[in-house]
């Protein structure tokens, strides 16, 4: 079994001992079966900038509402609560006059 590099200066002479995995040359030790999630789910406008939880963005056109005849109309505000790992309506927003809703980022611009 070969063990992962260093996450930190990514040195591949990392040892074990114990349950902690150790980095010779930084010092690092971590719990590999702690891991902390670094790969959030991101997702890219409409001008393919990098979107992430908290931004806020604006319609970048008419944006038809999944079941309902409501339209978000184009430049209208919202703000990402969260971004989910889906290949549309990744954004869980919160739209100024509309309430919660899933919005697809390629349709949104970074305000
Ligand atoms: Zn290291």
């Known amino acids: 079994m070969s063990?992962?590099?260093c996450?930190?200066?990514n040195s591949e002479y990392v040892y074990e001992d114990q349950a902690l995995l150790i980095c010779p040359e930084?010092?690092?030790e971590w719990n590999p079966n702690e891991v902390v999630e670094d790969d959030e789910p991101t997702?890219?406008?409409a001008n393919g900038t990098k979107l992430v939880a908290g931004?806020?963005?604006?319609?970048?056109?008419?944006?038809k509402?999944?079941?309902?005849?409501t339209v978000i109309k184009v430049g209208t505000k919202a703000t990402i609560r969260r971004i989910v790992d889906a290949k549309d309506h990744e954004l869980d927003c919160k739209?100024?006059?509309y309430g919660e809703m899933m919005v697809t980022a390629a349709f949104v611009k970074k305000a």
């Open 3 to 5: 063990l992962p590099p």
């Open 7 to 9: 996450p930190q200066c």
């Open 26 to 28: 930084c010092a690092h």
């Open 43 to 45: 997702a890219k406008d």
């Open 55 to 63: 931004d806020k963005v604006t319609a970048a056109k008419d944006l």
């Open 65 to 69: 509402v999944k079941g309902s005849s």
């Open 95 to 97: 739209v100024d006059g």
